[in-house]
């Protein structure tokens, strides 16, 4: 059956993920913003999450059925029981990530009960594909490799369609058994891409007042290889130029702050962190900012969700090419790509884009343009609702 046909005859959309609001997670925002963007286009959506029966909101039209027992045994017996309930045609679109379906990532059953089912439609979309194993890794990371790389075999040869939020995870799926194509569809980002002017504004007003101020933001969690790159070029930047003050953004940014500020002292007063924030607030801090530096050990790609707020944000943004990063990113035009995951590489990426600040304004709409053509909940809806077609990802 066509997948127009298919919504000819009234399919309606079932998304199980192991996380949704009010659960905190990159997956739980994406399943929200998908549900609700299929709801808004007149689709009958369902949300099946593991959890208790609250009085939490939901998006409109969008009915989410708690699971207590989670996607265990007992769950999916439920889930199943349910799901025969509801009439019509069904497209399960399973948002998977190993670790989120429970069992300690090695949920054997449920992957068994996907592979199984063969009254629906069954799409996937791999977040993440497995745990990586490897001679040098303890045995119980191995066996817990092992285990997901069959869990993802499994519904792999049963899926009707396969996505992927990045190419880094075609390596991991090319291999048979599949029946179909793997899709690269990245995840949009999960903060607004438009705040008021007027919030902009009075962020920017409490990060500094002085109108000459440059402003240099960072969003991330602060882990440890990517805040080595950020000591290194974070420092260099602030005493190139006095006017230049640093904002990080983000859980765990207080705790850079204070390890930057007490390794260079000198830099005492430049360095604001924020800590989390609300998405509305979050998006109106970044954007308050004149340039983002967003490095990765291995590459910007569109599994880095800090990246993707920036661009849709429209902001000139500095990060590096790596091996994760997809091909589409290099000739992008659309942020300053500093060739590898260097401090020497990216700060040089990072003064060229400061020392020329007449070109921030052509470079934020290029990003703005950029992450609407390819990563936008727009675009990913029109894919899911083949309106338009996702990038086919090659063999390898």
Known sequence: MSERHADALGVSWHLLTGEFPPQPGGVSDYTWQVAEGLARAGCTVHVWAPGESRDSQAPEGVTVHWLP?????????????????????KRLVVQYVPH???????????????????EDEMWMFFH??????GWKLPWRHNVLG????????????????????????????????????????PVPSNLPTRPPASAVESRRASLHPSPEAVL??????????????LEEVLPALLRKDARRRV??????????????????????????????LPGDE????????????????DGISTRRGSAMAGLGLGMPLVSNAGPATEPPWRDSGALALAPEATSAAVLEAAEALLSEPE?????????????????????TLDVLQDRVRARVVEDT
């Open 282 to 297: 979050l998006a109106a801090a970044l954007k308050a900012c004149d340039v983002l530096v967003q490095p990765f050990p």
């Open 69 to 89: 027992e989670g996607f265990g045994v007992r769950g999916l017996r439920r889930l199943e029981r349910e799901l025969e309930r509801l009439p019509g045609p």
């Open 128 to 133: 993440e594909v497995c745990f990586p194993w």
């Open 146 to 185: 092992a285990v997901t790389r069959v869990m993802a075999a499994l519904t792999l040869a049963r899926a009707d369609r396969v996505f992927v939020s990045t190419l880094w995870w075609n390596r991991l799926l090319h291999s048979p058994p599949r029946r179909v194509p793997i899709e690269w569809l």
């Open 216 to 229: 240099i933001g960072h969003l991330g969690t602060y882990g440890e290889l990517i805040t080595g790159l």
């Open 100 to 118: 989120a379906f429970g069992y300690k990532a090695m949920n054997v059953p449920f992957a068994l009960w996907l592979a199984r089912r063969r």
């Open 359 to 379: 070109s921030w304004p052509a470079l934020g709409r290029r990003a703005a343009e950029f992450y609407m053509e390819n990563f936008s909940l727009a675009h």
């Open 247 to 276: 904002v990080l953004a983000g859980r765990g940014s207080a705790r850079f702050a204070e390890q930057l500020t007490r390794h260079h002292p000198e830099l005492a007063g430049r360095v604001q962190a924020l800590g989390g």
